[in-house]
């Protein structure tokens, strides 16, 4: 027998304990002289001795309980003799199933399937099983109790339970996974990992493809490889929006020279199909014109046809910006001020999606407010009572707004939207004040550079609320930049102006970047990209604990009603276009399969039997390394001593119980 | 006497343990005897001590200060003048001095108390004229000294008293066929011992006596603790002769052992009126003018 832990054993330095509280309880009680014990019972004296008997009784269960405990977590194993029956031969196999996308290839996980089956039909007696598919993410197929079993019919029923997934195997991901797969057991692992083996799924560090476990066991793995040839397939590697119409591009991986054709649906409308012939092993671009989109998101999906040995990846899904850039409103008291000219060029520059619409604030129709993913106002104090209240709601619903100081700012006591207080205006035409610090981990800021040559002339003097948070301050400390959380939405408030009357930000490199930043910011198009691979975890925006909704291809929603507001992300598990509703906005997300998983060809032969020599060599080094010997096998002998450690707990108390009620007195 | 005087004759009365504290024995004799004669002076106890009896020729022999120069002035005679303590009995005082002696559960041992009633008898009968003498036994005789009125006995008596140590074990036989050898006159009989013994084997040693003719007192002298124990947890109580131990509960101890006890003394009790002897359980908290008293009871009862 050895031990896994034999630092443990320390543990049996417990023992001293019940032995002292013994020894207390054991020795003679106070002795007392007396004049004679001839009136004195006998029977007192036989009594005593009969109580020292059951003490010792209750000392030996109690030294055998912690023992155990000692002996349970040190691990003993029972080595055994190689032949010396079925345990010693026992394995746990780990049997990992490929079910990425690849596999959808046409029998592809039919072959896995069986392969498992051979595996399992091949188990021998005392062998234990589990088996896990492996895609996007890795998951046990619960047979029988759970755990490892050696019942071939509950692993057979866990076997049928796997289904085809969308996402994508790295094998690296898989042999690291080994460890969280397999049980605590001591048994020899053996993993079996089938798959079509992608060469796009090898890891560049081939380190990683060899399993290792942190316990000391030893661990084999084998390679169940069920395609040993590539199979041709196209797959549509890309849909976008041209000034011509849409263009969509077709690649093929080991395919001949052979025309393709494109069905195109717009919004759920057939627009028309495009034949063209793709060159071998390449892609061809298809160009549907003369298809205008309606303005905002559009839903397209390009299906290929024929359909290939992997129909999966044959339908590509797109959100398409129509109408060209969307409008954001400019509220300003002058539509030709600088500020409007500014803004716009920044714009133009910077965010394709966006264009700058000056508003005269007067004329401004607060109730349309909805309308806009966000908002600019290049003086606040121009706003008057009805547009301020209009925007506060706007931001309150989650709307967002840049708003920037002026000249009528300056004149207010308090500050409409934000209600801070105005302790004057800094003016420093003379000698301009310099950035003094810019929050450099807000992810408005996180992709600008350049404050440090701005000069502010003028800028507000406010205080920063406590729920603010100040992006940039000025060389005196005062914010000259900062955020505020309105309801859901969030406010970026400039306390300086947008031209260059008070401060020459407008003229600095730094402006457009900043505009563009704020654009993406303000308008949420970084919470959630518009195109997510299917598999991936979608990352749900939080913003003023807003409720969150996720509604799949089929109209089904992905959360429950205490996850709308809980959930910080969700799993896409397959391809399709999502909706993404949060109070402010609903945003369209394509889903679309990995597109290295529509490369069919496999590892090449040679690549796959260095992997498995040096798998083997691996196996056969831990031997040494370890302190099992994989041939002669061990029986783990923890899961009896915690038997029978319960056994003794039982007969400790009920022998301290039955002492105590004889009132002879138990030591605790 | 009524009870309001009795209780102010008890309150002159010095407490055992406080007399235990002084060193000389005589002087503790002398205190508690002259305690309870002055108590007795003042009560209707007749016939003890000075009281007159008779008046008889002087002879020869005769100690010439009891002789009455008042009767020989008026009649030119000499006459000795007797009382009634005078007559010319003697007391034997058998004192146990086994280890069993030795248990007090306060200040105070059981042998103490005896060896301070023994000097308060001795003081008592030498005040009496009475010839008295000690034997100090264990199991065997320790110390003997034949019943004397000569001068100089009580002291010798008091100091053989006060030199002795509780000691070795219990054994009522050979200390007894002992005396039974050297006592020839008949006289009073005293034992003071705890009697932790078998009351047949205490009778086998006195009914003897009782047949030679002596008026035996049997006086056991218990500490409070033996008669009614208080241990607050099981205890380990160790004989003090024999070395043997016993554990007890405090249930035991409180509950049986006094009935036991009880049994104990009422078999002793019986043995000594089998035996014709009296038998007088004395409590060492108890002042020591009560076992005097009742002692001289028994005197009184004697004559």
């Not at chain 1, 990683?208 to 169940?224: F, G, K, S």
């Not at chain 1, 129509?322 to 409007?340: E, H, K, M, N, W």
């Not at chain 1, 700012?409 to 004057?424: C, I, K, M, N, W």
């Not at chain 1, 496999?602 to 041939?631: K, M």
């Amino acid at each position: 027998m050895s031990l896994l832990a034999p630092l443990f054993l320390l543990g049996l330095a417990g023992i001293a304990l019940p032995l002292w509280l013994h020894r207390l309880q054991t020795q003679k009680p106070e002795r007392l002289p007396i004049s004679s014990v001839m009136l004195l019972a006998q029977s007192e004296q036989r009594l005593h001795v009969q109580k020292k008997l059951r003490f010792l009784l209750l000392l030996s269960l109690r030294i055998l309980l912690l023992a155990l405990v000692a002996l349970a977590f040190a691990q003993p194993l029972w080595k055994l003799a190689a032949g010396a029956g079925l345990i010693g031969k026992a394995r746990e196999h780990l049997i990992i199933i490929d079910n990425s996308l690849s596999m959808s290839a046409e029998g592809r996980l039919d072959a896995a399937r069986a392969a498992a089956d051979s595996i399992i039909g091949e188990l021998a007696g005392g062998d234990r099983a589990q088996i896990a598919a492996a895609g996007s993410s890795i998951e046990l197929q619960v047979a029988g109790s759970g755990g490892a079993s050696a019942d071939k019919a509950a692993l057979r029923r866990a076997l049928a339970q796997i289904r085809p997934g969308a996402g994508r195997l790295e094998y690296a991901t898989a042999i690291g996974a080994i460890d969280s797969l397999a049980t605590d057991s001591q048994l020899p692992l053996v993993v079996h990992l089938i798959s079509d083996f992608q060469a796009s799924g090898l890891s560049p560090r081939f380190a990683d493809l060899l399993p290792h476990t942190a316990q000391a066991r030893p661990v084999e793995l084998q390679l169940h490889a069920v395609a040993a040839m590539a199979a041709p397939n196209y797959t549509i590697a890309a849909v976008r929006a041209a000034a011509d119409g849409i263009h969509v591009t077709v690649r093929g991986h080991g395919t001949p020279a052979a025309p393709v054709a494109v069905h195109l649906r717009v919004n759920d409308v057939e627009r028309g199909v495009q034949r063209q012939t793709a060159p071998a092993d390449g892609e061809v671009t298809l160009q549907f014109t003369g298809i205008a989109l309606n303005a905002g998101d559009n839903r397209v999906l390009a299906q290929l046809e024929p359909a290939d040995p992997l129909v999966a990846d044959d339908a590509h899904y797109a959100v398409l910006q129509g109408g060209g850039a969307q409008a954001v409103p400019l509220l300003t008291a002058d539509i030709r001020g600088p500020s409007v000219t500014y803004i716009g060029a920044a714009l133009n520059v910077a965010a394709a999606r966006y264009r700058a619409q000056a508003l005269r604030i007067g004329e401004f129709d607060a109730r349309t407010l909805e309308r806009y993913r966000w908002v600019l106002v290049d003086d606040i104090g121009a706003l008057d009572a009805a547009l301020a209240n209009g925007l506060q709601k706007y931001l309150e619903s989650g709307g967002a707004v840049l708003a920037a100081s002026g000249a009528r700012a300056a004149a207010l006591q308090t500050l409409p939207l934000t209600g801070q207080s105005v302790r004057g205006v800094t003016v420093r035409n003379a000698d301009p004040l310099s950035i003094g610090r810019v929050d450099g981990t807000h992810a408005l800021l996180v992709n600008t550079s350049g404050w440090q040559n701005l000069s502010v002339a003028r800028m507000l003097k406010v205080d920063a609320a406590t729920a603010d948070r100040v992006l940039i301050a000025s060389e005196d400390g005062e914010p000259l930049l900062l955020e505020r959380r309105i309801g859901t939405g969030r406010l970026l408030l400039l306390t300086s102006s947008l031209d260059n009357a008070w401060n020459d930000l407008p003229v600095q490199p730094v402006f457009v970047n900043f505009i563009a930043e704020a654009a993406r910011w303000l308008a949420g198009d970084d919470a959630a990209g518009v195109q997510q691979l299917t598999g991936a975890l979608l990352q749900l925006p939080t913003a003023g604990g807003g409720a969150v909704q996720v509604v799949d291809p089929e109209g089904r929603e992905l959360l429950s009603l205490s996850a709308t507001r809980s959930a910080r992300s969700l799993r896409l598990p397959r391809s399709g276009i999502y909706r993404l509703v949060t109070p402010a906005r609903e945003t369209l997300i394509a889903v679309n399969s990995d597109p290295r998983e529509s490369d069919l060809l496999p590892i090449d032969e040679a690549a796959l039997t260095g992997w498995r020599n040096a798998a083997a060599a691996a196996q056969a080094v831990a031997p040494e390394e370890g302190s099992v010997q994989a041939e002669s096998g061990s029986l783990p002998l923890a899961q009896w001593l915690l038997l029978l450690l319960a056994l003794v707990v039982v007969a400790e108390s009920l022998a301290g119980n039955w002492l105590l009620r004889r009132g002879t007195g138990v030591p605790s | 006497m009524s009870n309001g005087a009795r209780q102010d004759a008890r309150s002159r009365l010095i407490r055992p343990e406080v007399l235990s504290g002084l060193a000389n024995l005589e002087l503790i004799a002398r205190s508690v005897v002259e305690g309870v004669l002055i108590g007795l002076h003042r009560s209707p106890f007749f016939g003890f001590s000075q009281e007159f009896a008779e008046y008889r020729p002087y002879v020869e022999g005769d100690d010439p200060r009891f002789v009455d120069w008042n009767v020989y002035a008026r009649t030119d005679r000499t006459y000795i003048k007797r009382f009634l303590g005078d007559t010319n009995s003697h007391l034997m005082l058998l004192l146990d001095a086994s280890a069993s002696m030795g248990y007090g559960s306060g200040k105070l041992s059981k042998f103490r108390y005896a060896q301070m009633l023994a000097g308060c008898l001795a003081w008592l009968s030498s005040r009496q004229h009475d010839a008295v003498g000690t034997l100090i036994f264990d199991d065997a005789v320790r110390d003997y000294r034949a019943p004397s009125t000569r001068s100089g006995q009580l002291h010798a008596i008091l100091h053989a008293l006060d030199s002795a140590q509780p000691a070795r074990r219990t054994d009522l036989g050979a200390p007894f066929r002992r005396f039974r050898e050297h006592i020839s006159r008949r006289g009073m009989v005293a034992v003071i011992s705890d009697f932790y013994c078998d009351p047949e084997e205490m009778l086998q040693a006195v009914r003897p006596l009782a047949f030679q003719g002596q008026d035996v007192v049997l006086m056991q002298v218990l500490d409070p603790a033996e008669l009614q124990p208080t241990i607050a947890s099981s205890t380990l109580l160790e004989d003090m002769e024999t070395g043997e131990a016993v554990e007890v509960s405090p249930d035991f101890m409180q509950r049986e052992y006094p009935e036991r006890m009880r049994a104990h003394i009422e078999a002793l009790r019986n043995a000594a009126v089998r035996a014709g002897a009296d038998h007088i359980v004395m409590n060492t908290s108890a002042p020591l003018d009560e076992p005097l008293r009742r002692y001289l009871t028994f005197r009184q009862k004697r004559r």
